[in-house]
């Protein structure tokens, strides 16, 4: 498989439309046709459902959509990478990380590394922490900013200084926004939107304990507060978040009781070359830690 003819085939399947898709990559209809069915012959494999006005993936046309994107990925990241190696320190971090309150100590962060060497970029990638750890391990992504618990076994690591703690998210209209916190006993038999990681559950069922059992889940979130917010709002369940956050004035942010609160790292790949900005943020990150914490491993 060639890359040019990867790119063809992730514009077709966005625009779902060969003509829209051939006046986007400069070519003809017949010519990407032609690539298109080459494609397909060389995989043996239906890559498309053709319609009257639009086509489709098929179960194997989606397969190759989330391959040939990381391809890529990994392709674009190592031309930037070779280019810039003899030149000043420029090109790009790649860093996943969650919804949490440490995002503001990494921000910082950045925001000074950026100080001192001004061409090197940034580019965020939102997720929880198990997708953020796997696009790790396949070299997409170069830090990750995990929330516990998670695995770090296999990486290099710097805690963050702040404690996530994790909040009852209600309606102002809730009979228990008024309440200075809340108990696993109050929130027995109701409707509650839980985070979807296996381990946060997990965290979470502990702090419940026998009440675990009595809870309605109609939805779980893997991330997004917006998302959360939204189901709050229109009644769907009390949403629970570790996000210290200006809510809506018609939303209320009550604390667990006990306080339900976990740490979160900032990890990077071990016994592994880097690139040299990202193993210059990688010391970056280890001095700036000894500012606010003395929990540093390698």
Known sequence: MELRVLRYFLTVAMEENITHAAEILHVTQPTLSRQLAQLEEELGVTLFRRGNHRITLTEEGQLLRRRAREILELTDKAEEELTHMDQVVTGTIAIGCGEARSIRCLADTMAAFRKKYPRVSFEIYSAIADDVSARMDRGLLDFGLLMEPVDISKYNFVHMPHKERYRLLVRKDDPMADKEAVTPEDLEGM????????????????????????????????????????????????????LDADFPPDLQAIPLEPVLAVGSVIAWKKNQQQPRPVSLFAEFLQERAKEYTSGISK
């Open 191 to 242: 409707d509650i939107i839980m985070p979807r990681r296996l381990s946060v559950r997990n965290v979470f069922e502990n702090w419940f304990g026998p009440i675990y059992g009595t809870l309605k889940l109609p939805a779980t979130i893997n991330l997004s507060l917006y998302n959360t917010i939204a189901m709050v709002r229109a009644g769907v369940g009390k949403g629970i978040t570790p």
